[in-house]
């Protein structure tokens, strides 16, 4: 089955404790990005990639980062993590570098920083 | 900037109603623009994909047009369902930037 995974789907930590939150595709697809969703700000976009080794940053990139070192898997790491960063996160990919074919999501990772 | 606005925020109707939701966005260059649904503690579902170059998709019940010129979309729900209910995103791809921006949504709940 053609799925977009995530991993923890739910995550309490506190301040400045290191985490990952890791996401894997089973497609083959070129484009998967990272948003976190906020009541009243809907999704927006932290980072995407392109290809392996492609990353470049969205429009909330501050205290998150990413790699790509494989096709399938595109962990978001915060490496201090902060309260304001409690959110809900989701993980997609597209076959398209470009976005001419629609994004599949994950199910949604939900962090809470304390 | 591209800025993408979903009106209205909520939308309740009763059952076998059809429907329109509306998406805007101020940037016309656009490559493509996605329609999704969203339930409750789940991901999001893509419902129809519009290209830059289409007028309209269709899949089933839904029914998505796209005016670039006017930056608009909207989204037909055509014979509503309980089923239905849940919160549709709109999404544009904006030519050369490789991000995607999103609408806060609509919220719809169709009423049996």
């Known amino acids: 089955e053609a799925q977009v995974t995530q991993n923890p789907r739910y995550l309490i930590t506190v301040t400045g404790k290191k985490l990952t939150v890791t996401c894997s595709q089973n497609?083959?697809?070129?484009?998967m990005s990272w948003y976190r969703q906020d009541p009243g700000l809907g999704l927006r976009q932290i980072y995407y990639?392109?290809?392996?080794?492609?990353?470049d940053k969205g429009d909330v990139p501050e205290g998150y980062k990413v790699s790509r070192k494989e096709k399938r898997n595109f962990p978001l790491i915060l490496e201090s993590p902060s309260p304001n960063q409690t959110s809900l996160y989701f993980c997609?990919?597209?076959?398209?570098?470009?976005?001419?074919?629609?994004?599949?999501f994950g199910d949604g990772t939900r962090l809470s920083i304390l | 900037k591209q800025e993408v606005t979903q009106i209205p925020a909520a939308l309740s109707v009763p059952e076998g109603e059809n429907l329109v939701l509306n998406c805007s966005f101020t940037?016309?260059?656009?490559?493509?623009l996605q329609w999704f649904r969203q339930d409750p503690g789940k991901g999001l579902t893509s419902l129809l994909l519009i290209q830059s170059s289409q007028r309209e998709q269709t899949s089933g019940r839904l029914n998505a047009s796209l005016d670039k010129s006017s930056g608009r979309s909207t989204l037909y729900i055509a014979a509503s369902q309980p089923g239905d209910s849940a919160t549709y995103l709109c999404a544009v791809y904006t030519s050369g930037t490789y991000k995607y921006i999103f609408g806060t949504g609509t919220r719809l709940k169709v009423l049996a």
């Open positions: 497609m083959n697809h070129e484009y």
């Open positions: 997609a990919s597209s076959s398209h570098r470009g976005g001419g074919q629609p994004q599949h």
């Open positions: 940037d016309s260059a656009i490559y493509n």
């Open positions: 990639s392109m290809n392996v080794e492609v990353t």
